[in-house]
């Protein structure tokens, strides 16, 4: 048991309490509205939420890519799918390899590999990992 509690509130971000929850090593955040605890945020509704973002349980084809960091790629990216007659589910981005790069997952429907593969490739640094998921 711990004395002194983190929290967060009912109006928090999530990713803020995510933070929290990863760099004090916790696996629980009570949720208060003054000083009433009203519920708590688990790794399990950070898995949920992660999962949900990805577009995990829409199948679909998942692509993994270094973009560069500049205004409009993503937007350039998001372009191509749509002219493959593809629809994205799904969207997550972190940091990338260089500085200057961004890691991008997204998850498309309506479309096979190859051809998202094919029309990607002009757009993006490097493709890090493609597959179809859940067909």
Not at 103 to 132: C, W
């Amino acid at each position: 048991m711990t004395k002194n509690v983190l929290t967060t509130c009912e109006s928090c971000q999530m990713e803020e309490a995510a933070m929290v929850m990863a760099d004090h090593k916790i696996g629980g955040l009570p949720v208060m509205r003054g000083s009433d605890i009203v519920g708590i945020i688990t790794e399990t509704d950070l898995f949920k939420l992660f999962i949900e973002m990805l577009g995990t349980r829409i199948p679909g084809v998942r692509l993994s890519a270094e973009l560069e960091d500049v205004p409009g790629k993503l937007f350039e990216l998001a372009g191509v799918v749509k002219e493959v007659g593809g629809n994205i589910h799904g969207l997550g981005t972190m940091l990338g390899e260089t500085t200057h790069t961004q890691r991008v997952t997204i998850k498309v429907s309506g479309v096979d590999m190859e051809t998202l593969r094919k029309a990607v490739e002009p757009v993006v640094v490097k493709i890090k990992d493609i597959r179809t998921m859940g067909m």
